[in-house]
């Protein structure tokens, strides 16, 4: 749509007194408005040394003593307003003026003069009220043209800046912020007005600037715009808040949060560290219980042959025949002395907090070992263990200490499940599965089984069905995670009344980078 093109109206006033000059003053003289333009642009006065004729020629407008010179054709006069209270130059002007120019009296100006004067005596408390409201706001508001000039800023604008209104108003925002000489137009730093033209749409920024200190401080900078009627901005209101105390405290906060997160972290993993130990310790003292006896045979076998010994040797000389029966005696003593040694080793293998040191681990032989400090516990609860395992399963990488602790609480688990059927049997296969390059580890109980709903909380830590005293519930919790630790998994199927599966799934090379075979 073309653009509209403004009508001009001249207007001439007619009086040098206090109204013509009060009129002057406040009036803009060329200020279009819906396509209208109506300057004032000749004063008359029969006194050429009327106040109002001495400003207008100050203004450059025409000036005459005489208003019939307003009718010459050359000063393009549309309007004459008459600002002579007399009547009479008013019936003149009316009855003398040319058919195109009209002619407004004076009490009719008055009464749209006195109208608007009460406008702007509302406007103007307005203001001021408006003036007290942004003042009184902590905020810094300043007020930016289009050109980066600033306009207007509240008291705490320039509070902040440790100047004054007239060493602000009217320089560039640039200036004023980053104390330099050209606009913003680098990567590094983001030109909020820039971005809000761009957008066309309010932004916000966190940005660093200079306080009144001359150090760098944390500001949040809110730009919104003012749309003029043609789509152009005509003002940027940018609202800063100081956000660098708020920043330290929250920087503060957070480093306290995570200080006491740390500390509090600590203490959950001593404590856990406590109750794993406990629970070891528990699984230990049951174990000890059940090698008793298996320790107290051979002892009880050896001390007998010590004393068998020491009375033929106090009876009389040793015979040829007695030599070769005390070398009998020596080996079942010496046989005997090494089992009790290779399940006292076995134990304290179990008993020991061992760090994570991947090694070549056969898992037939830890089978093995786990049955033979567990055989006492075995044979007392009434469980037959049956044995599937591999020939020539081959070795993998892991930790031995950490993997026969698992067998341990698995097996410990199955005893005490077969044991509350009256006795039952274990089934123990290995396998090894060479497309996935895993071995496979099953026991297989004939115990009570596991109700479905625990199922998902199984190898949660601390939850127990075992009445109290027989543990804490980190058996299969602490198994769990070492599994997890050599890359494997450890399935479960269960049925009431007809026993629990427990499948190992180890891979073999997991940790072979980290392995020292």
Known sequence: MPKKKSETINIALVGGGRLSTEVLEKTLFDDPQEGVSAPIVAVADPNSKAPAMVIARKLGLLTVTDYHDLYDPRHSIHLIIVLNPKGKVFEEILSTRPIHIRVLSYHVFKVFWE?????????????????????????????????????????????????????????????????????????????????????????????????????????????????????????????????????????????????????????????????????????????????????????????????????????????????????????????????????????????????????????????????????????????????????DLPDLIGSQDQLQQVMMNIVSNAAEAVEATGGGTLRIETRHSLGADKIYVTFKDSGIGIPRENFSKLFEPFFTTKKKGKGVGLGLSVAYGIVREHGGTINVASEVGKGTTFELELPREYLTKAAKP
């Open 115 to 391: 109208a608007i004067g009460l406008q702007e005596l509302k406007l103007r408390d307005r203001t001021k009220e408006m003036e007290t409201i942004l003042n009184g706001i902590q905020d810094f508001i300043s007020v930016i043209t289009p050109q980066m000039e600033i306009e207007e800023v509240n008291e705490a604008f320039l509070k902040q800046m440790r100047c004054s209104r007239e060493e602000v108003i009217g320089r560039k925002c640039y200036e004023v912020f980053k104390n330099v000489t050209e606009r913003c137009n680098s990567e590094e730093i983001v030109c909020p007005l820039d971005e809000v033209i761009r957008n066309k749409r309010p932004t916000r920024h966190v940005m660093n600037r200079m306080n009144s200190k001359g150090t760098l401080s944390h500001f949040e900078v809110n730009v919104f715009p003012i749309w003029e009627k043609n789509g152009k901005i005509s003002k940027f209101i940018e609202i800063t808040r100081d956000i660098t105390a708020r920043l330290k405290e929250e920087e503060e906060i957070t480093r306290r949060l995570e200080q006491m997160v740390e500390e509090r972290t600590q203490q959950l993993e001593e404590t856990h560290a406590k109750l794993i130990h406990k629970d070891k310790m528990a699984s230990l003292g049951k174990l000890s219980a059940s090698v008793v006896h298996e320790i107290n045979n051979p002892i009880a076998g050896i001390l007998n042959l010590i004393i068998l010994m020491k009375r033929i040797i106090e009876e009389d000389d040793l015979k040829e025949n007695e030599i070769e029966q005390f070398c009998q005696y020596l080996t079942l003593m010496e046989t005997e002395t090494r089992r009790i040694s290779r399940i006292v080793s076995n134990l304290l293998a179990f008993s020991r907090q061992s760090k994570m040191e991947p090694k070549r681990v056969n898992i037939n032989q830890l089978i093995e070992q786990t049955l033979v400090i567990n055989s006492n516990l075995l044979k007392i609860n009434g469980v037959k263990v049956e044995k599937a395992l591999f020939v």
